[in-house]
């Protein structure tokens, strides 16, 4: 969740989907315990002083109207565009690309066990 707050995931999504998550999610712990699966994809930038980057997730949404829950699950996309020398790049380049090359560490340790 912190990933999702300081990028603004959530920003452009109507609040009605994201109510809940942002509702259970009101201390430091919730936050950490909350997981969800992002997928992160750079797109063609504009030009080489912008970056384009792709966000991919699938929520778990309650469409019950109050009583009963009633879950199901909505897929959305979020492109975000920022300066290569931006904050935000700086954010992408060192936490989210690390945890993918670490995943990609950890299944190909998982293969040659295997075999």
Not at 36 to 59: G, I, M, R, S, Y
Not at 95 to 106: I, S
Request: charged letters at 40%; proline letters at 3%; hydrophobic letters at 30%.
């Amino acid at each position: 969740m912190y990933h999702i707050e300081y990028l603004g995931l959530f920003d452009d999504l109507p609040y009605k989907y994201v109510k809940s998550i942002v509702n259970s999610c009101k201390t430091d712990d919730d936050k950490i315990e909350y997981d969800f699966q992002v997928d992160v994809q750079d797109l063609e930038p504009v030009n080489d002083a912008w970056c384009k980057t792709k966000f991919t997730f699938t929520l778990e949404i309650d469409i019950s109207g109050g009583s009963m829950p009633y879950m199901v699950d909505k897929k959305f996309e979020v492109i975000k565009e920022y300066k290569s020398s931006s904050p935000m790049a700086l954010y992408i380049i060192e936490n989210l690309y690390e945890e993918e090359e670490e995943e990609e560490e950890e299944e190909e340790e998982e293969e040659e066990e295997e075999n």
